[in-house]
């Protein structure tokens, strides 16, 4: 038994968590005095609207071994003899480190995964894993896979500014673009080698930064007959579904994810942001 653990970042609906039985460890936001753990004690949609009114802007921090480590107890409890922890990426955050230690003190044997990525980066590297593993796939053969699904994948990330990437700490190779350009629309991508932002391109209006997505994305996309494509949002769920449904009519994937990107993560893409992330399987 091969027990999955990965963090809150991932942004998996919780129908799929519940059905792969995937240990979620939960980051934290720091408020001002006060401090949430992401999808549990402070939701996205409330997060959004305290996001847009409230002056003070919440900064994030990473979860911790002990975390980890509950989380890998949990999966002995639940019947593993073995673990894979699944990260964001590590040029981003703190977070893989954290379950490396714990992985160095847990009882069972666990191997810990850097996703390369945020979101459904991480989310699809996720369920590969937990699919794989219910099909009777041993841990060396389910990393192996994740390896090739990693450079596979493809996500970008339009958002309304560039303020909260920036402010967020959170720009990585887009930081080229800082310096009076915070009014115009950002579209970036995750490199899945370094697991850093980097640039795609800019637009002046919404229409446009929508429109640069979904041909960019596309563009780089390794089209084919088994896509799995997730669009993500920052509050922002009619448009996401309308994105959703353009990519229904013409590509037709076999699997459709959309969600509400989570609080750790919109803090740094801030509210309206829309995001595509996917795969195409041989």
């Not at 549990?40 to 997060?47: E, N």
């Not at 920036?166 to 009076?180: E, M, S």
């Not at 932002?197 to 007959?225: C, D, I, N, S």
């Amino acid at each position: 038994m091969i027990g999955i653990v990965t963090d809150s970042t991932c942004d998996i609906p919780e129908d799929l968590i519940a059905k792969y039985g995937i240990i979620v460890i939960p980051q934290y936001i720091i408020w001002g005095d006060e401090e949430y753990r992401d999808r549990v004690d402070l939701q996205p949609k409330a997060f959004y609207k305290r996001l847009v009114d409230d002056p003070l802007r919440p900064t994030t921090a990473q979860a911790g071994v002990e975390d980890f480590l509950k989380g890998i107890q949990k999966s002995v409890k639940n019947g593993a003899n073995e673990v894979i922890i699944l990260t964001v990426s590590s040029a981003m955050s703190g977070t893989y480190n954290m379950a490396v230690k714990a992985s160095e003190q847990a009882e069972i044997p666990v191997t810990v995964v850097d996703s390369k990525g945020p979101t459904m980066t991480l989310g699809w590297q996720v369920l590969a894993a937990a699919r794989r593993r219910d099909e009777g796939a041993d841990l060396a053969a389910i990393v192996d896979h994740l390896s090739e699904l990693r450079h596979n994948l493809v996500q970008m990330v339009g958002m309304q500014t560039l303020e909260y990437l920036q402010t967020g700490g959170r720009i990585g190779d887009a930081v080229k673009w800082v310096g009076g350009l915070l009014r115009v629309k950002p579209l970036v991508s995750i490199n899945h080698d370094s697991g850093r932002v980097q640039p795609v391109g800019l637009a002046r209006t919404h229409q446009k930064l929508v429109e640069m997505l979904y041909k960019k994305f596309f563009e780089k996309l390794k089209v084919g007959k088994n896509l799995r494509i997730a669009v993500l949002h920052g509050n922002s769920p009619d448009e996401a579904q309308t994105l959703a449904e353009r990519i229904r009519k013409e590509f037709d994937p076999i699997e459709l994810i959309v969600n509400i990107t989570g609080p750790v993560l919109g803090i740094n893409t801030g509210p309206g942001a829309l995001a595509l992330c996917g795969y195409a399987e041989p």
